[in-house]
């Protein structure tokens, strides 16, 4: 296992410090391994927490400051952080205005944070939850009942933590989040597995002529092997179940092409440059885009695609001003 | 070799298409293949121009909008653009003002922009050249007389581009563009290889025990093959070539520690968060940082390390707006 990182039981501890040391803006405990914005808060606003398995960065630690979420519950690598984490994440950012928890489906993190939704509600703070189930490549997988939560999941905290910033109330923020979370759909594949440091091998074999399709962020099995194909095939294997599964015509699309980790942005651009003409031919305008690592798996080598189906709200919440670690803009 | 490509001899020109798809507020000459900003030019603004082998993405093409490059030529994987392509992006964004070129120390670089120098000399456009070399692993090298441009380049034109963009003069912004690589030193390692498209195979074997420190950000050879080690160690490794180049002692430093191209921001985090106490220790003050992918070598797992001795104007140009795909923020 080739990785820069010291011993594979402290691979969290060790990058919380480097985070810290690399962005005063955000505040780090690491005892409870929780990355929270380090400015004072406005009061009134409704807060957003988030949080996983790590190996995904920047999600969710990158998303962590004004315009996106208040504080990310960080689990070990590919494990779920646990209730007490989002129990005291939850009680320092609520401003009396509520919290909304972002989790991605994943049956450890929507018991965890179910769980904790729970603590929290006998000491009267208001939680919501949004569980995000936007992969169409598996009905149901290894680790979860019903659709995956993946690349969507960027998107709505960009936009609900958007909305949050202006000041919308927790039901408003909630019934966003529901809206953008229907409107998203995504589909990955990978080149290579990756290796989770405490296992020191990789995850699952995949030969030199292989590819997986529908592949989950952890490794999970997708929908299928096949023969490696040039990037005009993969991009029309990534939208096609991506269009088959919602109706997006004549709609603008905000689309993320993400890399899952070992995948150089010349190639993720010109994964994009075959995606994209794809998508305007079926009616999707492709008003906003990301290219580039925004949910990633270790080290795979693939991407994923995502696309919301848009309108002029969710595109005027996507320009509004963020700025954190993994996106930024307008500040 | 599994890429997300098409066929290998199209890489370059199959990316520009996702560029140009991916950021309207570019403007890509694909038959040339230069990138330049889509907006009107300001009058009286020094112009400035890098450009180099592809594969080191988001250097340069990503570095390109307001307060960075006005225009970037971009050559195949790893081969240097041609002085014709150089010759018409110095005519198209002259202002009036005059043009700097950015030249990373390669020979064939170095010969295509001072051949292009030459003939734009003739049409009346004053151009000068700054040829960045801060990579102090090697004295020469494969493709270098004198020491390897690097990562100051992206330190260089972020801090440059704002110079020019408050309205210096081309004697000021080429004087500054001097003390800012004079300033900057960088060190870089390697756990794995890359593969260039057309080659189709690892430019170079490094054994599952070994890396590589002082690797170039082509594969060039390095100082030395050693046993792999932790993540503390390397950053050792790393820091010592460094401040044993340049004595730092006590003043503000501006540091990147930029991934390779195949190493998950989770690592990055990682060996930043080692690096960061060493630096602070020996007495350089870290008082802005990146840490993630902004000079890579196409899917090489590894790091550099790049330190810039600043001081309070240098820190306020870093600090002025930037927008463009691999750096934003201000605006």
Known sequence: MKKLINKPEDVLADALKGVAAAHPELRVDHQHRVIYRAEPKADGKVALISGGGSGHEPLHGGFVGPGMLDAACCGEVFTSPTPDQMVGATTVVDRGAGVLHIVKNYTGDVMNF??????????????????????????????????????????????????????????????????????????????????????????????????????????????????????AEIAERLVEPVLADLQFGGSPGIVMLSGLGGTPLLELYLLFGEVAPLLEKAGVQVVRSLVGNYITSLDMAGASLTVLKADDELVRLWDAPVRTAGLRWGV
């Open 114 to 231: 179910e769980m904790a939704g729970e603590l929290v509600a006998d000491s009267g703070v208001r939680v919501e939850t949004i569980v995000t189930d936007d992969d169409v490549a598996v009905e149901d997988s290894t680790w979860t009942a019903g659709r995956r939560g993946v690349g969507v999941t960027v998107l709505l905290e960009k936009i609900v933590g958007a909305a949050a910033e202006e000041g919308q109330d927790l039901d408003a923020v909630l019934a966003l989040s529901r809206r953008v979370n229907g409107q998203g759909r995504s589909m990955g594949m990978a080149l290579t597995s990756c290796t989770v440091p405490a296992a020191g091998k990789p995850t699952f074999e995949l030969p030199e002529d292989q590819m997986e399709m529908g592949v989950g962020i952890h490794g999970e099995p997708g929908r299928h092997r096949v023969p490696i194909a040039g990037a």
